[in-house]
């Protein structure tokens, strides 16, 4: 059985600057077509303007108005990211 991937990951607005961890979790099932990305948890200040159980088609709308995918162009493990 797969166990859900837990992780923190830390959104930050590009325009405003506005920052903060938010929880997320994925199955840990490389046999799965999705991720099953979910979002447990936004910062304050961040809401979902778009779910998605794909991170690079989740988009974030901060407190200023701006929007962002969950996961950009950034390097990004298939597995998530180590916690720190
Ligand atoms: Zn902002």
Redesign the pocket.
């Given at each position: 059985m797969a166990a859900r991937d837990r992780y923190s990951r830390k959104l930050e607005?590009a325009?405003?600057?506005?920052a903060g961890f938010a929880d997320v979790s994925e199955d840990d099932d490389p046999r799965r077509k999705t991720r099953g990305f979910e979002i447990d948890a936004l910062p304050r200040g961040f809401e979902t303007e778009f779910a998605s159980n794909n991170p690079r088609k989740h988009v974030i709308r901060?407190?200023?108005?701006?929007k962002f995918k969950f996961e950009q162009t950034t390097t990004y493990a298939p597995s998530g990211e180590p916690r720190r």
């Amino acid at each position: 059985m797969a166990a859900r991937d837990r992780y923190s990951r830390k959104l930050e607005c590009a325009q405003c600057g506005h920052a903060g961890f938010a929880d997320v979790s994925e199955d840990d099932d490389p046999r799965r077509k999705t991720r099953g990305f979910e979002i447990d948890a936004l910062p304050r200040g961040f809401e979902t303007e778009f779910a998605s159980n794909n991170p690079r088609k989740h988009v974030i709308r901060c407190q200023c108005g701006h929007k962002f995918k969950f996961e950009q162009t950034t390097t990004y493990a298939p597995s998530g990211e180590p916690r720190r």
